[in-house]
């Protein structure tokens, strides 16, 4: 069974930089897919960025791109998304999510983790 657990939010004037970490365990090969979300209140929860194990290739929302970077660890055990130039649009709850096979649904989420950008 994978679990993921979030950390890393906090608060952070705009055109500030935050780190978000996801430890992850229980993917049972390397063939799945980590990803974050974002959700504010009233609102769907939006894909933010996706890597793939197996390669480490990664995708990114148009509204993050270049602003946002996903990661993993060499263990592949901790994911990473580095948030810089951050903006007050920005503020939502973060959710790491993992999809094994991949491609395919997102299966596994973490409780999510607080960000909020004032500006």
């Known amino acids: 069974q994978v679990q993921l657990v979030d950390t890393g939010g906090g608060s952070v004037q705009a055109g500030g930089s935050l780190r978000l970490s996801c430890a992850a365990s229980?993917?049972?090969?390397?063939?799945?897919?980590m990803g974050w979300f974002r959700q504010v209140p009233g609102k769907e929860r939006e894909w933010v960025a996706t890597?793939?194990?197996?390669?480490?290739?990664?995708d990114y929302a148009d509204s993050v791109k270049g602003r946002f970077t996903i990661s993993q660890d060499n263990t592949k055990s901790t994911l990473y998304l580095q948030m810089n130039s951050l903006k007050p649009e920005d503020t939502a709850m973060y959710y790491c999510?993992?999809?094994?096979?991949?491609?395919?649904?997102?299966?596994?989420w973490g409780q999510g983790t607080q960000v909020t950008v004032s500006s």
């Open positions: 999510a993992g999809a094994q096979p991949c491609p395919g649904p997102w299966n596994a």
């Open positions: 890597i793939r194990a197996d390669g480490g290739g990664t």
């Open positions: 229980g993917f049972s090969n390397s063939r799945y897919c």
